[in-house]
Each structure stands twice: as C-alpha cells, then as structure tokens.
C-alpha cells in the first residue's frame, strides 16, 4: 500500500520544491503589500486589495491561462523574459512555482494584514521618536510582533501550493518529472486503469504534508507569541 514508485516520489519531491520555492519567493512581497494595506491609506487601495484576492473567486484555470498568455513563450512578459534573459517559465517547475505561488498569494497576505494591523502603532511610534529611521521601525517593532501572522501565512501558503492544481496544469501542463506535482499526478492516476492504489497512496501523502505544515505553523506561532510576551 505504501510502497511508493520512483514516478511517485519525483511527484512528492517536485510538490515540496515548488511549493517552497513560492511561498519563499512569495513571502517578501506579501509582507511588503500586507504592511501597505495595513498601515497606508492611498487611491485604488480598495483595487489592490481586489486584485490581490482575485485567485481566490476566479476559476482557477481561468488564472493559469492568464499566466500563460503573460508569462508564456510568446506572452507579453514571457517572451521579453526569454529573448533577453533567457528564463522560461511555461512547461517548466519554475512556471508551477509561479502559478502556485499567485494562488496562495491571497492567503499568505490575509494573515499577515490582519497581524500587522493588531501591532499597536503607539509602539511604532515610540520606536519613531528615538530616532529609528522607518525600515528599522518596521524590522524591529512591526515584523517580530506580527511574526505569528507571518508564519501562518506563510504556512497557508505553503499548503495551498502544495495542492494547487488548476492553474498549474493550465500553464504547464502535466509533464512527469518536469511539471508533473502530486495533485496532477493523482488526476492521471484515476484516469488509467489500476491507478486507484496509486492515487490513494498521494491522496495519504497529500494528506499527511498538509497536516504536519498544520501543526507547525500553529507550535511556530505559539512559540514566538510566548517569546513576545517574555513567557
């Protein structure tokens, strides 16, 4: 039941990578437009915030051939990205880390912005009056209190990559040992015949990672709420 295939174990490994790399990638830009939805006022802030949770109401297959006419071979971004730097991201892992990274983006940002929002500015602004410059106000004050909303956003994230599915074999297709993830794989599983066991076995597998990430994302945020307080 739980032998797995050397095909099975590329499917898990690749998941792992690109889920990864996303939410790591994914990670700095989410704090930065998390603490500016937070803590700033502007016009086409409401817009922002519509487009940045976007990948949550649209189909997601609708979001992965938005990616491919942006960012494939001949797309508006993608075809500048492969003339003059020579970076592909259709039919490759890099490509389902983007896709999967602009699905989860939505849910490593709400954490984030709500953590964010709860840090009292009367603190910032302590920070401020001592003479620390912005960046250092947001480096020590800002972030290490909103640091259980990073992890959790982060760990939102990483599990949503982990089973994203529709955008990514929109953009890049299901190419085994390239693009091919556990959530694409289990599709080709319980379309072939025999396929069944397989395809329970990733079901186990997917399982077991979004449980683990969990539940250290709840013990991570606990511990650094505990080290704020001095507990």
Same mark, same amino acid.
């Given at each position: 039941? &739980?032998? %797995?295939?050397? =095909?099975?174990?590329t499917?898990? *490994?690749?998941? %792992?990578r690109?889920?990864?790399? =996303? ?5 700095p ?6 603490w500016?939805?937070a ?15 976007l990948?949550? $109401? ?7 051939y938005?990616?491919?006419?942006? &960012?494939?071979?001949?797309g508006?971004?993608?075809a500048?990205l ?5 970076i $592909?991201f =259709? ?6 880390? %983007?896709a999967?990274? $602009?699905m989860s ?6 954490p984030?912005?709500?953590?964010? *929002?709860?840090v ?10 001592l #003479? ?5 106000v947001?480096?020590?004050?800002t ?5 259980? #909303?990073?992890?959790? #956003?982060?760990v939102?994230?990483?599990a949503?990559a982990?089973?994203e ?19 694409? =794989? ?7 015949p025999?396929?069944?066991s ?5 079901v186990?597998?997917?399982v077991?990672?979004? $449980? ?5 994302s *709840?013990?991570f ?8 307080? #001095?507990?």
């Open positions: 039941m &739980f032998d %797995l295939s050397p =095909a099975e174990w499917a898990i *490994e690749l998941s %792992l690109v889920a990864t790399v =996303a939410t790591l990638v994914a990670t830009l989410g704090i930065a437009l998390a500016l939805l803590r700033r006022e502007f016009w086409g802030k409401a817009a922002l915030d519509a487009v940045i949770h990948p949550l $109401v649209l189909p997601p297959v609708v979001t992965g938005l990616l491919l006419l942006t &960012f494939g071979r001949r508006l971004v993608g500048w492969a003339d003059h730097l020579g $592909v =259709a039919f490759r892992w890099t490509g389902a880390a %983007l999967c990274g $602009v983006f939505p849910l490593l940002v709400r984030i912005r709500l953590s964010i *929002e709860a009292d500015q009367r603190l910032e602004q302590a920070a401020g009056t #003479g620390a410059a912005p960046f250092r947001f480096a020590t004050v972030l290490p209190l909103a640091l259980p #909303g990073v992890l959790a #956003g982060m939102l994230g990483f949503k982990i089973g599915f529709g955008a990514t074999i929109t953009f890049v297709s299901n190419i085994p040992g390239e693009t091919q993830t556990i959530s694409s =794989a289990i599709y080709s599983l319980i379309q072939t025999d396929g069944d397989a395809a329970l076995r990733l186990v597998v997917s077991v990672i979004a $449980v683990t990430a969990l539940i250290a *709840e013990w945020a606990r511990r650094a709420t505990r080290r704020l307080h #001095g507990n």
